[in-house]
T-cell receptor
Framework: GAVVSQHPSWVICKSGTSVKIECRSL??????MFWYRQFPKQSLMLMAT?????????EQGVEKDKFLINHASLTLSTLTVTSAHPEDSSFYIC??????????FGQGTRLTVV | KQEVTQIPAALSVPEGENLVLNCSFT??????LQWFRQDPGKGLTSLLL?????REQTSGRLNASLDKSSGRSTLYIAASQPGDSATYLC?????????FGAGTTVTVRA
């Protein structure tokens, strides 16, 4: 299957700082990528859809000014959590659509804001 | 709005037993359905993809069926092994969004 690489796998930051998470499709081009958030023992919650060369589409209730998404190339999308607070601590996962609309996911990023 | 339900929420079986995981969805107008595996603290690994026109897919010990008209899919795992212990997620795609079930957490006892 296709490979999606997410970096970093974990990060600890101080409250008020910003953190950038990268999502790369390694062996295919992805015009569309997705960002999810997962709370402990819960399923994935879609945050936004990232389209190459255009603005991201955010789900209802997701603050676009706090979660900045950039999809500058066909293989890279980034999620920046701005002015992070402890309540932003979570597991963030990206995915990209491959052939036949099959979704491939990154390894996830565990964000802890202290 | 698509609702995806997975039953049971948790399952514990002895090694060698076959596993049956169920997934149901409310809107049958889907594009495809995927089964994923998630290990603790990790991302999702795609196991099987079934297009809306297909009735089943097989990969090794895994077999997934799809009955779109009744809104059901079943994942069968034959001859379970301790390495199969994980959370299994079902997801349906309508248009471009994936809707996930809450998952079934499987424990295979050696």
């Amino acid at each position: 299957g296709a490979v999606v690489s997410q970096h970093p796998s974990w990060v600890i930051c101080k409250s008020g700082t910003s953190v950038k998470i990268e999502c790369r499709s390694l062996d295919f081009q992805a015009t569309t990528m997705f960002w999810y958030r997962q709370f402990p023992k819960q399923s994935l919650m879609l945050m936004a859809t990232s389209n190459e060369g255009s603005k991201a589409t955010y789900e209802q209730g997701v603050e676009k000014d706090k979660f900045l998404i950039n999809h500058a190339s066909l293989t890279l999308s980034t999620l920046t959590v701005t002015s992070a607070h402890p309540e932003d601590s979570s597991f963030y996962i990206c995915s990209a659509l491959g052939a036949r609309a099959e979704a491939f996911f990154g390894q996830g990023t565990r964000l802890t804001v202290v | 709005k698509q609702e995806v339900t997975q039953i049971p929420a948790a399952l514990s079986v002895p090694e060698g037993e076959n596993l049956v995981l169920n997934c149901s969805f409310t809107d049958s107008a889907i594009y495809n359905l995927q089964w994923f595996r998630q290990d603790p603290g990790k991302g999702l690994t795609s196991l099987l993809l079934i297009q809306s026109s297909q009735r089943e897919q097989t990969s090794g010990r895994l077999n997934a069926s799809l009955d779109k008209s009744s809104g059901r899919s079943t994942l069968y795992i034959a001859a379970s092994q301790p390495g199969d212990s994980a959370t299994y997620l079902c997801a349906v795609r309508d248009d471009y969004k994936l809707s996930f079930g809450a998952g079934t957490t499987v424990t295979v006892r050696a």
